[in-house]
């Protein structure tokens, strides 16, 4: 039996070369594709993908959880460049299944759609790494479902911003103009619903914002499906963290940890 993947992205040329890597293989079908955010819930809809690969950068997190509510039996691929730690929270909070990077190579694309079809969580090994980490983390850390509006730009913008980049430092890191990461930083604003900067910083150090600042680049990250057995002295700080985020442990083990039994 076939497996059915839709694809969402907006940049054709990404779609058109993932279109390539999966129907090169077999027993693959990418049944339709959707370039605009606003039409992924009713492609979705229409075709019932198996599993569905998805940048949810144009509409924010809240996607995932809009095409699970319409179409509960697809899974999520949450497949995208940002790499903070609050986007993998937010998209496992949201529903996804897996979350990729679009450096991945064709190999370890084809082995994340096949896992989350088959109902497995597949992250990188530097996402599993921040997951742990998250679900360790003492629960006020945890973040704030409040975060789940905002676009994964809008995430990267606020992390910087917790680190206590001006507008100026982001736009330069970023390679964006100054007055967009304005615009960004007004959007922000107004969704977490703060009257100004110091007080957007304070609520994204409470949700773990910035806390990974500085932090050394990683090796470049491999699939991780199978974890292992967490210690002993981590088991009740994990189960109450994964609870408090709305991590199961299916996800609690993807991200290289598993409660004991």
Known sequence: MSLSVMLCDDQPVLRYGLRLVLEAEPGIVVVCEAGDGSDVVREAMAHQPDVLVLDPQQRGFAVIEEVRAAVPTVAVLAFTWQDQDLSCYSA??????????????????????????????????????????????????????????????????????ATGLSNSAISHQLRVAVKTISNHVSTIFAKLHVTGRPEAIVLAHKGGLGVAAGTAHRPKRSLTAVPPVAAPDQDKQLSANAAAMGVDRHYAAAAGMTARH
């Open 92 to 161: 496992v909070q949201a529903g996804a299944r897996g979350y990729l990077f679009k450096d991945a190579d064709s190999t370890e694309i084809v082995q994340a759609v096949r896992c989350v079809a088959t109902g497995s969580a597949v992250f990188g090994s530097r996402v599993s790494e921040r997951l742990a980490g998250l679900l360790t983390r003492p629960a006020p850390a945890l973040g704030n479902a409040t975060f789940a509006r905002l676009t994964e730009r809008e995430l990267q913008v606020l992390e910087l911003m």
